[in-house]
């Protein structure tokens, strides 16, 4: 158990449709990743926030967003869903912005598009 | 831009035979270099790290050392076992180009019995 947590584990919506997915990060970590795995692009980075705030950001797209809150979770927003958003989802985790510092990885949410 | 790339599988294995998944990087700069495992329904696990050329990193008897002639990481272990059966993960990350995890493709490890 990395200590990170998403909900939910399984999401299966129709296109077109808004989904949220939630992330808890490991305590006393302030930053949180969000990465998407799929079939045809493999592990891809979305976006990290740092402490409430947005640091990095890298394959997202427009329709997707993303925001980090006060007591530190963080939930990423897809909208106007299509058939190629479905993929797993992950939630990473570490404690500040240092390149070397180890990123603790959560079970992932599992998105299905219809 | 920075990329890494490995060996595709599946690689199939028996029991306690040698194992090496080869991860080769682009970087421009010195990154740090990462092995991250996730089983069957899981999410990643890190697995080991070197931060500079000629460290080596250890666990659960895998290790790889970061080369920086030959901008490689492969992951080798000497004896494997089903239980690490599992996909494995080459990554990087520079921090001149913030704290993103780039992966590589993945490589399917299956060790039959």
């Known amino acids: 158990d990395s200590g990170v947590t998403q909900t939910p584990k399984h999401l299966i919506t129709a296109t077109g449709q808004r989904v949220t997915l939630r992330c808890s990060p490991r305590s006393g970590d302030l930053s949180v990743y969000w990465y998407q795995q799929s079939l045809d692009q493999g592990l891809q980075f979305l976006i990290q926030y740092y402490n409430g705030e947005e640091r990095a950001k890298g394959n997202i797209l427009e329709r997707f967003s993303a925001q980090q809150f006060p007591d530190l979770h963080s939930e990423l927003n897809l909208s106007s869903l299509e058939l190629g958003d479905s993929a797993l989802y992950f939630c990473?985790?570490?404690?500040?912005?240092?390149?070397?510092?180890?990123?603790?990885f959560g079970p992932g949410t599992r998105l299905t598009v219809l | 831009g920075n990329s890494v790339t490995q060996m595709e599988g599946p690689v199939t294995l028996s029991e306690e035979a040698f194992l090496t998944i080869n991860c080769t990087y682009t970087?421009?700069?010195?990154?740090?270099l990462f092995w991250y495992v996730q089983y069957p329904g899981e999410g990643l696990q890190l697995l080991l790290k070197a931060t500079k050329a000629d460290d080596k990193g250890s666990n659960k008897g895998f290790e790889a050392t970061y080369r920086k002639e030959t901008t490689s990481f492969h992951l080798e272990k000497g004896s494997v076992q089903v239980s690490d059966s599992a996909v494995y993960f080459c990554?990087?990350?520079?921090?001149?180009?913030?704290?993103?995890?780039?992966f590589g493709g993945g490589t399917r490890v299956l060790v039959k019995p």
């Open positions: 990473a985790s570490s404690v500040g912005l240092a390149g070397a510092g180890t990123q603790y």
């Open positions: 970087a421009t700069g010195y990154p740090s």
């Open positions: 990554a990087l990350i520079m921090e001149a180009a913030g704290n993103k995890l780039t």
